[in-house]
């Protein structure tokens, strides 16, 4: 493998690290479970959801973790973690800001793991997956070591769909020989706009087993899955 | 590390890939949760099942995901899972389906786990646990994500035992001096047909906890959720 | 990236997967669940437990795992997981020799993982994370696969802070010129004892929540965590 020339913008990564680190403590903050959470528990959904995105895209893309590779990465997670952790106490309503912020990130991870993949070499299909690996495997961590169902798996979410649309859009326009940075702008636009779109208007894809609806209505629901 | 020369041919891993698609897809719209899967999280399992094997098998490895090196992986993947989609949607039973395809599937990633890893130069011990983490990994990833309790965890499964033994059989032939292909075939069918032959005749292993039965008589099931 | 001259003794290695193994069986056969696991699921459990650390550790260092370079790893952990059976079948209070084997393997898994980080050239900051992750991962990766809510998310548990302090004293002492053997003991030390003060005085962190007591007071407990 060649050495890769293209840097994502220290600023720029870190931009997304901590936004990623408050979204994921104002949202760990929020949960209401029998065990609830101690502050390290929030710290570390935190850190997941700061360096899980970017940590996630270089496995895939077998390179060293980037995140790895300067203090700034952890700092900037763990000190956006204990200011999310001060926003939650401090207000009572988030939940829009953890929506904005989450679509943001989504559109931030999901960009920078397409363009680097492309940049090694990558295929723009195999491309496309790592960015959105990269925007929803944060998340899915989360989920998962928090005990809860994974959201981009239900009814409702449109996370994956976003997340794919904006990354296949950057794609496209690097291509077509658009400027890296302008790819990178439209797709970070594209993701977010939809992720926030779908919210908003409550947008949801079809139901898989609407195809077979009677067969559904007549058995019980025998595998319970968590509610949020 | 050298240059790998073996390749797996690309018709036999878009084989597995399409299989494991097609089987999570089916599995994924068999799912009878209190939360509905929508298409997108049927999609999303079948791509798992299909692509989990190989680069699950590629992380352990350290080397860049054969998966990722060309478009046509994702694309079987994501295309079988709408063929599974349309199979679940036609027929009202498939469990037969989708436990045949399941065991060729686990042959499949086994034993391309196990001969990639030899040829990388791993001793026959890991390069069976390659091969198994290869064949399970797809099916825990699935269960993870989906919320369910990890199939190769509980009472009756001899799933990771099917693997175990058809990669340590396609290890053992290639170390005597098997063609790689013909061991590669041995393996395949030895794990399929214990899976098969397992779930025909509900063979499982020994429950560890007959070893000390009293005590659990005595006791209730008490602890749902394990306290630390 | 230089050829790492460091090796961790083999010896020193073993011992580490061995008492993970040990600890894992130990753990998984005294759990308790609706659905019981069989020798397979413990065993499972065990090779976890025992190789999950060092996996980590690697992945994350994109270096190619050591635990798959000799057959020894494997064959260390499955032994240590059947003889962890054995004890399991033996003894009926085996709690206390659970929670100590924990408290030391996070302090061994966690000072491999950051001497080895420091010795690839990474910064302290995230020398110390490879080794936390080292540490604690080994225990996530068991509790998502046996379903159970994720240990180090709840409170009481002070498992990643006292693997995040030794690390960090092994690392500083590095830095400062210690020889790594010695600051390698000191952070083992460091780690198992905080592990173990913790859990004799049940010493907990602060809830994270405390600081909006009221809301919670009033909330009732509106996510229940799944019983599978």
């Known amino acids: 493998m060649y050495e890769p020339v293209f840097v994502i913008p220290l600023w720029a990564d870190l931009i997304a690290v901590g936004l990623g680190g ?13 065990r609830r959470l101690d502050m390290l528990g929030v710290a570390i959904i935190g850190i997941v959801m700061g360096m899980g995105g970017g940590l996630i895209r270089d496995l895939l893309l077998n390179v060293t973790p980037t995140t790895l590779q300067s203090n700034w990465y952890l700092l900037t997670a763990g000190g956006a973690a204990l200011f999310g952790m001060l926003l939650a106490g401090l207000f009572q309503r988030l939940n829009a800001v ?3 912020l989450d679509a943001l990130v989504i559109g931030l991870f999901g960009a920078f793991g397409t363009s680097k993949a492309l940049v ?4 723009l299909v195999p491309a496309v997956f790592v960015g959105v690996c990269a925007a929803v495997g944060g998340g899915i961590l989360r989920d998962v070591i928090m005990g809860l169902p994974v959201a981009i798996m239900h009814v409702g979410s ?5 997340a794919g649309v904006g990354c296949l859009v950057l794609a496209t ?14 797709g970070i636009v594209v993701t977010t706009v939809i992720r926030l779109l779908a919210v908003i208007f409550d947008i949801s894809l079809p139901e898989q087993r609407a195809l077979y609806r009677r067969k559904v209505a007549v058995e019980t629901s025998t595998i ?5």
Do not use: C
């Open 22 to 34: 408050i979204q994921g403590a104002l949202f760990a903050s929020g949960f209401r479970g029998e």
């Open 98 to 100: 953890i929506v904005g």
């Open 120 to 123: 090694l070499g990558l295929p």
């Open 158 to 162: 449109l996370y994956a769909v976003a």
């Open 173 to 186: 326009a690097e291509e077509l020989g658009v400027n890296v940075v302008i790819a990178a702008v439209i």
């Open 224 to 228: 319970p899955i968590v509610k949020h």
